[in-house]
């Protein structure tokens, strides 16, 4: 069956370390997103990208990076992380077209100190 | 421009009872709607959508909503809580035109008091 998967599902980092989330999906989706989820946000868009070599910002990208070198990962980078980047980030993805809907992994909870 | 307002952060219902979780939206162009929902430590799923055509919509377990134009409004009921659907539901606009990206609303909730 076709999935997406995140990994690790928990990490705990410290303060200024590099840090990457793994995003995997077999749906052969061109869209892919990374949401981060707080209290109170609900879900904010980090970045997205509609196929390979494509990415693009969202609303909350500071501190963030992706890049975009297949169809099946979208790996999510915290260049430097920082203890408001504490959270629990989901990656999803999607067919073409507005109206598709996404498919969401089962999240992986970040904790800086 | 696109948003949704999720009325109500927390809603309980005994079991049994009427479900109504509200959604309004605000869009510049028809729009695309969505209800997700999202079971503790899990990610979101898919409850319903509507994109065209009949307005009243039927997802899974025995939820439902209605594209109200005129209100601006995606509410979600559900005519008996189960305990199961305790959850977080997530309703999600889209504008239909161009490439546009999802915004989704801040949450709902539901606690379901056996």
Not at chain 1, 72 to 97: H, I, K, M, N
Request: glycine share 8%.
């Amino acid at each position: 069956d076709a999935e997406i998967t995140q990994s690790p599902r928990h990490k705990i980092t410290e303060t200024g370390r590099q840090v990457t989330l793994a995003c995997h999906q077999t749906w052969n989706h061109n869209n892919m997103f990374w949401y981060r989820q707080d209290l109170g946000h609900g879900l904010r868009l980090i970045h997205y990208s509609y196929g390979v070599h494509d990415t693009n910002k969202g609303e909350v990208s500071d501190g963030y990076s992706v890049s975009r070198s297949n169809t099946e990962d979208l790996p999510l980078t915290l260049e430097s992380a920082a203890s408001s980047q504490t959270s629990v980030y989901f990656c999803a993805s999607s067919f073409s077209g507005n109206q598709e809907t996404q498919y969401f992994g089962p999240g992986t909870r970040l904790l800086v100190l | 421009a696109q948003s949704v307002t999720q009325l109500g952060s927390h809603v309980s219902v005994s079991e049994g009872a009427l479900v109504l979780l509200r959604c309004n939206y605000s869009s510049s162009v028809p729009p695309y709607l969505f209800w997700y929902v999202q079971y503790p430590n899990q990610g979101l799923q898919l409850l319903l959508k509507y994109t065209t055509g009949a307005t009243l919509v039927k997802g899974i377990n025995g939820f439902e909503a209605e594209f109200k134009k005129s209100e601006t409004s995606f509410h979600l009921t559900k005519p008996s809580a189960h305990m199961s659907d305790a959850a977080e539901y997530f309703c999600a606009v889209v504008n239909s035109g161009g490439y546009q990206k999802v915004t989704f609303g801040t949450g709902t909730k539901l606690q379901v008091i056996p």
